[in-house]
């Protein structure tokens, strides 16, 4: 079921109804649990519950240290800067889909759209996904940072650049912690929807 057994010096029902709580909370973790709970006067068994529950997803949904982001002069305004970056996320069924990241590095609003990538996002699917998730709505921004992914080098996307008359920055391939912002925010992402994904069971007809 996803849980750890249950402990001799927890009842069947406290047991079960913190793991109900847990799943439809969408996997908090331990310490954001026991503030709800006591918050709300629950029982000293109810948290012990909580501190000996151990949930296969959340486990298997554990984020990655990520190195710590080089100091640079951060955008102070909406659309002055655009995040841009590809990844890959798994469904239950291990259909791959891709996705693009789009950050405002001045907001913090950011949208990811999936992509009709079979591998790798090629140039092409890049911009297609830039272009509704961002450029439709917010317009182009001044600027647009991305690091050396191979869709993002291109001739094309070097013209894409040009035709919305937007200053590029790319981040070296030795200092990719320099867009460590955006991969901070696909992490946070990835974790939400690794949960959700094995809650739901997405596959690739949803």
């Not at 655009?82 to 001045?106: H, I, P, Q, R």
């Not at 591998?119 to 439709?136: D, M, T, Y």
């Not at 030795?174 to 460590?180: D, T």
Request: a positive charge; charged letters at 25%.
């Amino acid at each position: 079921e996803g849980f750890n057994p249950r402990p001799e010096h927890i009842s069947p029902k406290v047991w079960k109804e913190v793991k109900t709580l847990h799943q439809r909370m969408g996997h908090p973790p331990t310490a954001a649990l026991i503030k709800y709970l006591t918050r709300y006067r629950a029982t000293d068994e109810a948290i012990q519950a909580v501190k000996a529950l151990k949930c296969r997803v959340c486990a298997e949904a554990v984020k990655p240290p990520l190195p710590k982001t080089a100091a640079v002069k951060r955008a102070t305004r909406f659309n002055q800067r655009l995040l841009v970056d590809g990844f890959e996320v798994k469904l239950s069924d291990d259909t791959n889909v891709y996705l693009m990241m789009c950050m405002d590095e001045a907001s913090k609003l950011s949208l990811a759209i999936p992509t009709k990538a079979n591998r790798a996002i090629g140039s092409e699917e890049a911009i297609k996904a830039i272009l509704v998730a961002w450029f439709n709505w917010a317009g182009a921004p001044e600027e647009i940072q991305f690091d050396p992914a191979k869709a993002f080098v291109s001739a094309r996307f070097e013209e894409f650049i040009l035709e919305h008359g937007m200053k590029p920055t790319p981040t070296l391939a030795e200092a990719h912690w320099h867009n460590g912002v955006v991969e901070r925010r696909i992490d946070f992402w990835k974790l939400a929807f690794v949960k959700m994904s094995q809650e739901a069971q997405l596959n690739q007809d949803d």
